[in-house]
Every structure is written in C-alpha cells, then in structure tokens.
C-alpha cells in the first residue's frame, strides 16, 4: 500500500490511542505486523513541546519506520511548525 510517496508493509494500521499507543505499544504493533503505528496526539503549540508528556509522545527512538505523529491544534503556522 502507498499513502504519496511512502510505501507501507501492509494496510495494517495502528490508529492513535490517548494512553495507549505509546512507544513501546507501536513497536509491538510494528513487529508483530502492522504496516503503519501513528503516535499519541502532540501539541501543536510550541509552548507545550517542552513538557514532559509531548516529548514523550514524539520520541520515535529505535522505531522501524515509517514514523507517523497525529499533531492536535487549529493555527494552520503552528500546524506546519510542529509537522
């Protein structure tokens, strides 16, 4: 499957869950055959890209890709920023 120019495994897909699809989650989802894992909802709202909890919801360390982030906000600029 292709989503533009990213070529997926598979149409096996990991949907964002609050408190659920966490690193560790995705990497499990990952190896154990999902095509696509996309991470908690991060801000965005450079104000908020210190805290402890978005940091932790955009850290993609020792994932296959691809890597996908559901970013939450309504300013087109802050959108395109935090993409």
């Known amino acids: 499957m292709r989503i533009g120019h990213i070529t997926l495994a598979n149409r096996l897909f990991a949907a964002p869950m609050a408190g659920v699809t966490d690193r560790p989650f995705r ?10 894992a996309v991470s ?4 965005s709202n450079p104000r908020l890209w ?9 850290n993609h360390d020792g994932e296959m890709e ?3 982030v559901q970013i939450a906000g309504a300013d087109p600029a802050m959108m395109a920023e935090a993409a």
Not at 50 to 58: G, L
């Open 50 to 58: 210190a805290s402890v909890k978005t940091a932790r919801r955009t």
């Open 40 to 43: 908690e909802m991060a801000a």
């Open 66 to 68: 691809p890597r996908a």
């Open 27 to 36: 990497q499990l989802c990952k190896a154990l055959g999902a095509g696509y």
